[in-house]
């Protein structure tokens, strides 16, 4: 019942979707998503993406995935790495799958040179926090994040 973890590459993309979605009803935001398999493989695995992912399986059975991206800091003037969507299938929660692609991408950032490893938690949702803090990661407690998004961002983009 070994783990391993392997960059995803374009056949992976209907696994993906379909945790996407899992993760998208496990948040309540179901209604949320537009992605699709077709809109998947051309983000991630299409010519120019600067998007990545990873797939955790047991037995050569997909059970979790990171989604992530290089992003920059100007205080260190060096890259970091943005965890977007991190994700374990219920049936492979408490395996270790979590932790495992964490430390991939903790590794990945070592190996580039990263300054930071970043992501965010919805406030609510305490099985990962608790994960997060055993690993030694911290809340930033001083930061607010803020977004625009659908007709507020075209409206504002067209005025």
Do not use: H
């Amino acid at each position: 019942m070994a783990l391993t973890i392997r960059e995803a590459v374009r056949a992976d993309a209907a696994t993906l979707f379909g945790f996407i979605r899992e993760l998208a009803i496990y948040e309540k935001a179901e209604d949320e998503v537009t992605a699709t398999v077709e809109t998947i493989e051309e983000s991630i695995f299409g010519e120019g993406s600067v998007t990545r992912a990873l797939v955790c399986e047991q037995d050569g059975q997909a059970i979790a995935m990171a989604i992530w991206f290089f992003n920059y800091s100007t205080w260190q003037a060096r890259n970091g790495i943005y965890l977007e969507d991190l994700y374990v299938t219920p049936k492979a929660r408490g395996l270790g799958a979590g932790r495992a692609l964490l430390k991939q991408l903790a590794k990945i950032a070592q190996e580039n040179g990263c300054g930071r490893f970043e992501w965010s938690v919805l406030d609510w949702n305490e099985p990962a926090i608790r994960v997060y803090e055993a690993i030694g990661a911290e809340p930033l407690q001083e930061w607010i994040r803020y977004r625009m998004s659908g007709d507020m961002l075209k409206s504002f983009a067209d005025t």
